[in-house]
C-alpha cells in the first residue's frame, strides 16, 4: 500500500474533461483527504471561468483553461473535521461535498490478495459486529480495459464509511491494516482500492516510465501497433506468440495447429478507471490476465 497526498489518485489520470458537475467525481460525500500538505481539489467547468474552492476555513481560487479543467490547490491542513467542500463558478455553477475529513490516504493496489473482501475473509462475523469507526472509509476503483489513459472513472464511486452493513466490500488487506493504523495514528484513514488480479509490478507504471526502462520496447511497439491497426496488431502478437512457443523447444503439435485451438483473439492494454495500469503485450501473458493476451 503506498501513501499518496490529498486527493492524489486521480492526478494520476488528469482532469474529467466534462462541464458538470464541477468537481471530480473523487471529491464525494464522506471522502478523506490528505492531511499536513497542500490540498490539490480539480473538475471542470466553462471554458475561462474563475472558480473558488472552500474548506472549512481554507480557500483557494483558480481559472479554467480553454479545455475547461481547473485545478485549484488548498493550504495543508490538520487532521481533523468533519468539513464541507464547495466550488463556485463566476457563472453562478456550483457543488458541495459534505463530510469531508482531514487524515491519512493510502493507495491499495496490487493483485487479487488485494482484491479478496473482509465478507470472504477468516471471522466476518466478528468483523462486521466490530465495524463501527467510520472515520475508515473506502472508495473502491472498477477495473476497465484502455488503450489509451483514462480521465475519470469507469463506473460511478462513493466514498464508503465502514459500518456492520458496508464493511463487507471492503479489501480485506487494507481495511485490516487501516483499522490497526488508526489505533496508533488517531486519525481518519481515507482507503482508495484499485487492485486488479494478477497485475505485475509493471502494470502500475506509466507507458512513458516503461519507455525509459528500456526493457519493454518491443512489447509497447506492438501495442502502439494494435492502437493503429487492430488487425496488423494481432498478426503481430500472433508472430511473437509463435516464436516464443518455437524458442521453448518443445516437440509435438504446435498449440495453434490443434482443432480445438482457436484462432489468437484480439489484443487489450488492461487499465483500471484511474488510469494507472497499463499493460504491454508479453508472450508470457496469461490470456485474460496480464499484459496484450489473446482473449
Not at 472549512?56 to 485545478?71: E, I, K, N, Q, V
Request: proline fraction near 7%; aromatic fraction near 8%.
Amino acid at each position: 500500500m503506498i501513501r499518496i497526498p490529498a486527493a492524489a489518485m486521480l492526478l494520476l489520470t488528469g482532469s474529467a474533461g466534462f462541464a458538470a458537475p464541477l468537481l471530480h467525481p473523487m471529491f464525494q460525500d464522506h471522502a478523506v483527504l490528505q492531511r499536513d500538505v497542500p490540498i490539490p481539489v480539480y473538475g471542470s467547468a466553462v471554458a475561462g471561468s474563475e472558480i473558488s474552492v472552500t474548506l472549512g476555513p481554507a480557500t483557494a481560487a483558480a481559472r479554467a483553461g480553454s479545455d475547461g479543467s481547473w485545478r485549484a490547490t488548498l493550504p495543508a491542513m490538520k487532521a481533523g473535521g468533519p468539513y464541507r467542500l464547495h466550488a463556485a463558478s463566476a457563472d453562478g455553477a456550483g457543488e458541495t461535498v459534505d463530510d469531508v475529513l482531514i487524515g491519512d490516504v493510502f493507495l491499495c493496489g496490487g493483485q487479487s490478495n488485494m482484491q479478496l473482501q473482509v465478507r470472504a475473509a477468516n471471522g466476518f462475523a466478528m468483523e462486521q459486529r466490530n465495524a463501527t469507526d467510520g472515520q475508515i472509509r473506502q472508495l473502491t476503483v472498477q477495473t476497465r480495459d484502455s488503450l489509451t489513459p483514462l480521465a475519470t472513472f469507469a463506473t460511478p464511486v462513493a466514498w464508503i464509511p465502514a459500518a456492520p452493513d458496508t464493511i463487507g466490500g471492503f479489501s480485506a488487506s487494507c481495511y485490516f491494516f487501516a483499522r490497526e493504523l488508526k489505533r496508533t495514528a488517531g486519525v481518519p484513514i481515507g482507503l482508495v482500492a484499485a487492485p486488479w488480479g494478477g497485475s505485475r509490478v509493471r502494470d502500475w507504471l506509466s507507458e512513458a516510465g516503461l519507455r525509459k526502462l528500456g526493457v519493454y520496447d518491443d512489447d509497447l511497439d506492438l501495442l502502439a501497433r494494435y492502437r493503429r491497426d487492430p488487425q496488423d496488431g494481432q498478426r503481430g502478437w500472433a508472430a511473437k506468440w509463435e516464436a516464443w512457443w518455437r524458442g521453448l523447444g518443445i516437440s509435438g503439435q504446435a498449440p495453434w495447429s490443434h482443432p480445438m485451438t482457436r484462432p489468437v483473439g484480439r489484443l487489450h492494454r488492461r487499465r483500471s478507471a484511474h488510469g494507472r495500469c497499463g499493460r504491454a503485450a508479453h508472450p508470457t501473458a496469461s490470456p485474460g490476465r496480464c499484459g496484450c493476451a489473446p482473449r
